[in-house]
């Protein structure tokens, strides 16, 4: 008797281990994981990265990044435009891991044993109104959800480069408990041989790469 209550016991606590997990990985707000084209961000980079091999809306066009594995990161495009309503002249998929040491819990210290994985999607467009236009919708949808304004920050930045100049407007938004992070920003790139400038709007989802 003693043993089948033993049991059970091992069997609830379990149950209970389950549903702890799926409560966590349900706390990624539905609206980020749509913009981020229902992918389950709930996932290690690793799983994550299977589903994307798999899934057909995504194409791996390049196998090398900072020497690490192949099977490690993925690169990619895809035509698929998600939530973006504009028609982009490309778009630009890049699953990998990051070195920047993560600050998970508000308030707190950076802690150098703790880095990102990073999702991001880059969509090209040669008509800056567009991006800026798509940039504004997606603001609107993800500001709601952060109402504690302490937890979003500007990401505003200028740099001179050897082929381009660029110039990025943008919002950076932490979630804690569980930690992840939400950025999103457009970025202008003149070239600096006289062409055309084209202008990026870049999404990004990051947490704790485990």
Known sequence: MLKILFMLTIIALTAIGQE??????????????????????????????????NDKRFISTDTTFNNFKPSTFFKGTTTDKGLIQSNPDSIQVMLIYGNAALVTEKGGKEDTTKHPMILEYQYYFSDQDR????????????????????????????????????KCVGKIFDHYDPYY????????????????????????FSKEDK
């Open 131 to 166: 991006v800026k236009m798509e940039y504004r919708r997606l603001l609107k949808m993800i500001q709601p959800i952060y109402t504690d304004k302490s937890s979003i920050t500007e990401d505003k930045w200028e740099a001179e480069f050897s082929e381009s100049s660029e």
């Open 20 to 53: 702890t997990d799926t409560l966590k990985a349900s706390q990624v707000d539905a609206v980020i994981e749509n913009i981020f084209y229902n992918l389950p961000l709930e996932k290690s980079r690793l799983e994550l990265r299977e589903v994307m091999v």
């Open 181 to 204: 992070r939400v950025a999103i920003a457009y970025i202008t790139i003149k070239p600096t041989d006289g062409s055309k400038p084209f202008f990026v709007l870049d999404i990004a």
